[in-house]
């Protein structure tokens, strides 16, 4: 069975912090990469950042680069998104997805995704 869980999602005001969790379950997660999406209301899904599985290769929304990290943990199984500055753009629900080896762009690509977790940035 394979399983992705998100968790971290909440309510923040803007300059807060937040980190999502992605806990992977039925698959090797060092053999896999892992994206993170995001899906705003009235918006197109956009990635926004993805961590490759062979070479630990990093990729970030150019929106949020330097403010958000991705990283992982093969002994808890689990990739997260650290998330910084937050603006109220980046309001909006927010996905891991997960395929084998190396990151893609289109988010059809990623065979495994998780629910879903609503991150808020607001006063």
């Known amino acids: 069975q394979v399983q992705l869980v998100e968790s971290g999602g909440g309510l923040v005001q803007p300059g807060g912090s937040l980190r999502l969790s992605c806990a992977a379950s039925?698959?090797?997660?060092?053999?896999?990469?892992i994206g993170w999406f995001r899906r705003a209301p009235g918006k197109e899904r956009e990635g926004v950042s993805c961590?490759?599985?062979?070479?630990?290769?990093?990729y970030y929304l150019d929106s949020v680069k330097g403010r958000f990290t991705v990283s992982r943990d093969n002994a808890k199984n689990t990739v997260y998104l650290q998330m910084n500055s937050l603006k109220p753009e980046d309001t909006a629900v927010y996905y891991c997805?997960?395929?084998?080896?190396?990151?893609?762009?289109?988010?059809?690509?990623?065979?495994?995704w998780g629910q879903g977790i609503q991150v808020t940035v607001s006063s």
């Open positions: 997805a997960s395929r084998l080896d190396w990151c893609a762009r289109a988010g059809r690509i990623y065979a495994y």
């Open positions: 039925g698959f090797t997660l060092p053999d896999y990469a």
């Open positions: 961590i490759s599985s062979s070479d630990g290769s990093l």
